[in-house]
């Protein structure tokens, strides 16, 4: 099947990159309004998929975004709520703990979902593309070429480089993996702006977004910390009998396993995650 892909065509100013919403109602309300408070139109808001997932709040989420009208992908839950399957697709492993707790989250999700709100996942695009600072630009969920692959800053660059010539990109902007990433190589640039509605096994329960600027032509990179309201977020799965150790992850920061992660990226659980400031030229 052909892929479905939005071009933005050129966009200039602040850009906000974010993935991974989640049904987290409580981490969108503040992104919404860091974007309002620095003048970023919702044009250049671009989200990487997933916006419904184990949170308790996701026809409310849907609603939000819609009114926002912020643009995003399809990711790989929204493609198969749209298709009414009873699984979220994710690509975790039979019989495994996420495995396990995906049933209780997406059959929750799939209760709470409105028509109108499926149909709006349904027609979202697979891939968007822009040119922004004097660069091609694409936005896929895992891959280009499978929305459910986990792409990590240790997976082999040879992976990563394909996602670029298949799309005749300088940057891929993606998401799926839940980390906050940059990597440069053969001057293309993947970046992964993590997601907002998890925290990044990093034992802070802030999420991650990244603000694009393309001041004096130039691609500046500048990943943020996002601080809301995670206790009532936690509260209200809980309240809504999803997962337990999901609604603790939202307040201590610590994933409640690590089965999809590669050995490096486990060794980074409860470290401080740093990044520059990058101007890309």
Not at 133 to 161: L, M, R
Not at 188 to 206: D, Q
Not at 208 to 224: H, P, Q, S, T
Not at 268 to 278: C, H, K, P, S
């Amino acid at each position: 099947m052909a892929k479905k892909i939005e071009n933005l065509g050129n966009l200039s100013g602040k850009t906000l990159l974010f993935g991974g919403i989640y049904s987290n109602l409580q981490a969108l309300e503040a992104l919404k309004k860091i974007a309002e408070d620095e003048k970023i139109p919702s044009k250049n808001c671009i989200c990487t998929g997933d916006i419904i997932g184990y949170c308790a709040q996701p026809e409310e989420t849907i609603q939000l975004f819609k009114t926002w009208q912020a643009k995003s992908i399809v990711g790989n839950v929204e493609i198969k709520l749209a298709e009414g399957a009873d699984n979220c697709g994710c690509d975790f492993k039979e019989g495994s703990r996420c495995d396990v707790l995906s049933q209780n989250w997406y059959t929750y999700a799939q209760s709470k979902l409105s028509k109108d709100s499926v149909a709006f996942v349904s027609h979202l695009p697979d891939t968007i593309q822009f040119h922004y600072a004097n660069k091609n630009i694409s936005v896929v969920h895992g891959s280009y070429f499978n929305v459910s692959e986990f792409i990590f800053k240790s997976t082999p660059w040879i992976q990563k480089q394909s996602n670029f010539e298949a799309t005749e990109s300088d940057v891929i902007i993606a998401g799926h993996c839940g980390l906050p990433f940059q990597q440069t190589q053969n001057n293309k640039t993947w970046i992964n702006p993590g997601v907002i509605g998890m925290p990044a096994n990093n034992g802070s329960p802030n999420v991650w977004y990244v603000i694009l600027d393309d001041k004096n032509d130039v691609l500046n990179i500048e990943f943020r910390t996002l601080d809301y309201d995670f206790e009532l977020a936690s509260t209200l799965m809980l309240t809504n009998k999803l997962p337990k150790s999901y609604a603790e992850t939202l307040k201590t920061g610590i994933w409640d396993n690590m089965e999809i992660l590669p050995d490096a990226e486990c060794e980074q659980q409860g470290l401080v995650i740093n990044f520059e400031d990058t101007p890309i030229t």
